[in-house]
């Protein structure tokens, strides 16, 4: 467990307003233990994450300690915790934590939110439960036992009496806070589990919810940075005479990333930086090219690489296999394209600093803010907003020190806006791959060896050119391979290149999976086999699976049905109609498991159309099954998107896709029909934001080739059919 920090009552009240009227307690979420720990206003010892606040009204107010950026924590989060508190939802209020110690991590990624809050949130809302269940019967002077709490209230069995939650706050803060609290049987949940409304949607319809790009901070000045094009560039000089001519325009200074034009509004802003004259020396890095890098991975394919699995001997067995199979898969760099462009609202002065970000990791931003103005932690605090769209881009934190140098440098509060131009080139983007696998069959045509090599810009090389263990966030997906071949062999190499890379939604699995599942389909077609029938015949034994993650373990069985649960609902096997295909592709990550059906048809001029797109998921215990259903949709659309289009292509260092006339995202006029079949499950919770993105590239493809007999090994998908 944690240390524990101090917190004087005066600093707890100046978080609270109002707690002396309330029950308020803390929760630390030990990352270690996953224990909660709760302390009430009155302690002088605590060290929370989020926050519980129940009033005299009875009005219960939770702080969410996750970014909200359309996956839904804002309502998950606060279910855990009025499932176990026996709350009337209705009298739930939502606030967002801002980045302090007594919340714990803010960091928002991997599908965890809900995965590491399961346990500590509920087991709050219990504490919370017990302790107004003890008021209630030491005000009545009755046995604990007697009462029971429900939708709010405390119920006295025997007399009937009722006492609400508000009534009891007061009386609730002077108990000890009990060390071991019952939890719930998940057979009496009635919130967990129903599909109630998303708490942040009013806010979001009627315009009141505060995203980044809605900050107004008194005194604050709009600002945007011109950008060396070829990636590590760096400002020679730059002449501002015709910039600090454009009505509106403040000032104009070079920071660590560029020159930073400063205006009164964002359009000047704009105009004053395409008024600018910057000299750049473009550095090493001009001469990369996509073309290069392609011929470069093609090259370490066909060496040796790290050995990151190795069962039985693959080799061997593929000298006696009967037949040989042998394809590569190639995926490029992909951009995030979040609908809200980065930026960033800060005010730095001599002493302290604070900053409203739509941020996905604020802590890593504080660090960085620390470093370079050698402020102390408790000087900087950051205010996270809504955010319009993460995919692991509003990790990195360097939209939110440009927004402090730009205040630095302006002596005022600045809001640095990005264009959708800056947002495509200058993103942290999905790792280029290029992946080799290779199989054996044996005169059954049954796999009995299998061999991949993966090459990529590997994420952790970027950030730590010399760690030893390039491939840990590379391998994803195929590390993990789940079909029972004998002899399996997987490979790592990872490939230079100077284009920044980063977390893209779903990681590694994103290019894994479309190798893996499409490589699959392939050994059924030389087989001669159903692709589904042979899925299901390698999974026939049950199997736990090792994965990069130790906490992570894929069963087999839980694959398999998520596998079957797709192909019944998607109707495989039945006629289509001419010139339609049906594909299938199945894949662990994040700790659930996903399938899905496409249904596609291909146009003589080599457009797919996607019609109807089947999805089970086994994501263990459903929370909320609309977040669950709105997440598989939104996966599948950003998954989409990226295997039709998606594609960041260098040339002379930079990239050459700006806006989304030449980075297309998929159109309403595009869209399948989506079915989204959960599992019912007793697991834990697994994750949702990011699972169903890997597999609908591979079943795309494969739904591809079964309409017109064309592989697809290179994405994305329609520059390949209007090559071929």
């Known amino acids: 467990m944690n240390a524990v920090s101090k917190v004087s009552r005066r600093e707890f009240m100046k978080i609270c307003p109002g707690a002396g009227a309330a029950l308020v307690l803390g929760f630390y979420l030990a990352p270690s233990s996953g224990v909660a720990e709760t302390v009430a206003e009155s302690s002088q010892s605590f060290a929370p994450n989020a926050f519980l606040r129940i009033d005299g009204t009875g009005a219960i107010t939770v702080w969410v300690n996750k970014s909200e950026m359309g996956q839904g924590v804002r309502t998950a989060l606060p279910m855990l915790v009025a499932e176990e508190l026996e709350a009337d939802w209705s009298s739930i209020r939502v606030e967002q934590a801002w980045l302090h110690p007594r919340f714990g991590n803010l960091d928002t990624g991997g599908s965890e939110s809900v995965v590491t809050s399961w346990e500590p949130l509920r087991r709050a809302g219990a504490t919370a439960r017990e302790m107004l269940l003890t008021a209630a019967a030491q005000t009545w002077g009755v046995d604990k036992a007697s009462c029971h709490a429900r939708n709010g209230e405390v119920i006295h069995e025997p007399s009937g009496k009722r006492l609400k939650y508000g009534k009891l706050a007061v009386t609730a803060t002077r108990l000890p806070i009990p060390q071991e609290v019952p939890l719930k049987n998940p057979k009496d949940f009635h919130i967990l589990g129903t599909p109630l409304p998303r708490t942040d949607a009013p806010a979001k319809v009627d315009g009141s919810g505060l995203f980044g790009l809605d900050v107004k901070v008194p005194g604050m000045l709009y600002a945007v940075v011109a950008r060396c094009p070829v990636f590590g560039g760096r400002v020679v000089s730059f002449d501002a005479k015709r910039a600090l001519a454009i009505p509106g325009v403040r000032q104009v200074m070079e920071i660590s990333r560029g020159v930073a034009v400063v205006a009164e509004n964002t359009w000047a802003a704009i105009q004053g930086r395409r008024a600018l004259d910057v000299q750049w020396e473009e550095g090493p890095n001009a001469a990369e090219s996509s073309a290069d890098l392609s011929a470069r991975f093609a090259e370490l394919a066909h060496k040796p690489g790290k050995v990151v699995r190795n069962d039985g001997d693959a080799t061997s067995a593929l000298g006696t296999a009967s037949r040989k199979i042998e394809a590569v898969y190639e995926l490029p760099f992909l951009a995030h394209a979040t609908m809200e462009p980065m930026n960033c609202t800060a005010d730095l002065k001599k002493d302290r600093c604070e900053i409203w970000a739509p941020t996905q990791f604020p802590g890593w931003a504080r660090r960085e803010v620390m470093r370079l103005f050698k402020l102390p932690f408790d000087s900087i605090r950051i205010n996270v907003t809504l955010v319009g769209g993460g995919f692991g881009r509003r990790v990195n934190p360097d939209f939110v020190v440009e927004a402090v140098e730009v205040s630095h440098a302006a002596d005022a509060p600045v809001k640095v806006v990005w264009t959708r131009e800056d947002d495509i080139q200058h993103d942290f983007y999905r790792p280029a791959s290029y992946q080799r696998l290779t199989a054996g069959l044996d005169e059954n045509g049954v796999p009995v060896s299998w061999h991949h090599h993966i090459v990529s810009t590997s994420i952790r090389a970027y950030y730590q050119p010399n760690h030893p263990a390039p491939e840990q966030q590379e391998i994803q997906g195929a590390v993990s391979f789940p079909y029972a071949v004998p002899n399996a062999r997987v490979e790592y190499t990872p490939a230079i290149s100077s284009v920044p890379r980063g977390w893209w939604r779903s990681v590694a699995d994103s290019h894994t999976a479309f190798a893996v599942e499409s490589f699959v389909d392939e050994l059924a077609t030389e087989a001669g086999k159903d692709p589904y029938e042979l899925r299901k015949s390698l999974l026939r034994d049950h199997r736990r699976v090792a994965t990069p993650s130790p906490e992570e373990v894929l069963d087999t069985e839980r694959l398999k049905g998520v596998l079957q649960l797709a192909a019944d609902r998607a109707g495989w096997g039945k006629p289509l109609a001419r010139g339609q295909g049906r594909g299938i592709a199945a894949h662990f990550s994040f700790r659930s498991y996903v399938a899905q059906v496409a249904e596609v048809s291909v146009r003589p001029d080599g457009s797919v159309q996607v019609h109807r797109v089947v999805c089970a998921i086994d994501c263990g215990r459903v929370v909320n099954p609309n977040i669950v259903a709105a997440q598989m949709e939104g996966g599948i ?60 590239a591979p079943a795309v493809a494969n739904a591809v080739f079964a309409a017109t007999g064309t592989r697809i090994r290179r994405l994305p998908i329609l520059s390949q059919l209007h090559r071929a």
């Open 637 to 696: 659309v950003f998954g989409l998107t990226a295997a039709l289009n998606g594609n960041i292509t260098i040339q002379g260092g930079r990239v050459q896709q700006s806006n989304f006339d030449d980075y297309p995202l998929l159109r309403i006029y595009e869209m399948p029909v989506v079915e989204v079949y959960p599992v019912p499950s007793q697991e834990p919770p697994g994750g949702i934001g990011e699972v169903a993105v890997p597999v609908i």
